[in-house]
């Protein structure tokens, strides 16, 4: 009993010194903390995605603080975090963050795209991709087996029981990019949220071999760059590009899609309305309007007829600024516009 109590004795003196050591040793040897980086650190979600191209949190921290990485790199923090960061390192007049949502670049579902055969295998992607580059009778599509579902920690993408394909929740997507880097049919992107149109396939081959796979596939038969009359497409690989930049939001190249492979955003279309009391009739609007949308003689009040695809030129060129861009309630008729004869035009597809 005693040489039990001994050893007790002798193992709590032992503790005791080892403590006071490291409590020395700790303070010895401290490493002053940066508490600009602390603060920037607390700012941060701590999701630890890597969606920034940082290890975690911590590294983006230290690379912010070091002005290695812009105040707004953090994509699951958006522009909230950014703003927090911006006044904790002092920076006045931060341009608002786009926020990009994960965006599925395929349509294919078992409706549109056939099966080439039944795949039994592992229910991954990356298995399935491996054996005969998939089952989808589009080497393109979207395998639907929920590999993009098992990475995304926010539970912000699901596999739609009716297309079989994967579909993206905007309101609960941070932006980490986990299953755009996980999907190996790189069916996945990182698109702004905001972008009137979207291109939703990828198939880069020629028409007839898309369309002998797919029925909603593009079919790079050009309709979208001829409709758009800013420049804004060009074809690359027999599919379209756009330059977001040219792009002022008419939807025309959505409405000529024979296939429907572009999304419009028809919903939040919109139709120019001219103030009647503040119109002095100059016809700048008239001789800006590239869809024969706007009618009216030199020194009359103008109107706009169901022709107008909302481009909103006319409002940026209006000196009195008479013109006001608003929502339409009813779908664009093509056939309006001034001096047509009635003909035939697409109408816009629903997706």
Partial sequence: MTGILIAAV????????????????????????????????ACLPGANCGGCGFAGCDALADAI???????????????????????IMGVEDLPDQVRNIATVVCQGSS??????????G???????????????????????????VRVCQFDAIHIDPYTGIAKVDPD???????????????????QPE?????????????GFLVSDNCKIGCIGCEHCANACKFGAITMVNHLPVFDMS????????AEECPTGAIWGDFDNRQIAEIDRDLCIGCTICKRTC????????????????EACTGCGECAKKCPKKAINMHVRKHVRDANAKVGTTKKEYAVPKEN
């Fill in 111 to 120: 409706v549109h795209c056939r099966d080439k055969f039944n795949y039994h």
């Fill in 194 to 206: 905001t972008v009137p149109v979207r291109l939703l396939c990828r198939a880069a081959e020629e």
């Fill in 246 to 253: 040219k792009c002022v939001g008419c939807m025309m190249c």
């Fill in 10 to 41: 002798v193992l709590g003196v032992l503790g005791l010194i080892c403590g006071l050591l490291l409590t020395v040793a700790n303070k010895v040897f401290e490493v002053p903390s940066n508490p600009q980086r602390d603060a920037v650190r």
């Fill in 172 to 190: 609960k997507c941070q932006s980490c990019g986990a299953c755009v880097n996980a999907c190996p049919k790189n069916v996945l992107s990182l």
């Fill in 122 to 148: 592992i229910q991954d992607c990356v298995a399935a991709s491996l054996v005969n580059d998939g089952n989808r009778s589009c080497k393109y599509a979207c395998l639907g087996l929920g590999t993009c």
């Fill in 65 to 87: 603080v070091e002005l290695k990485a812009p105040i707004s790199a953090c994509p699951v923090g958006g522009q909230a975090v950014a703003d927090q960061i911006a006044e």
């Fill in 290 to 305: 590239k869809f024969e949308a706007i009618s009216g003689e030199l020194k009359q009040v103008h109107e706009v007829n």
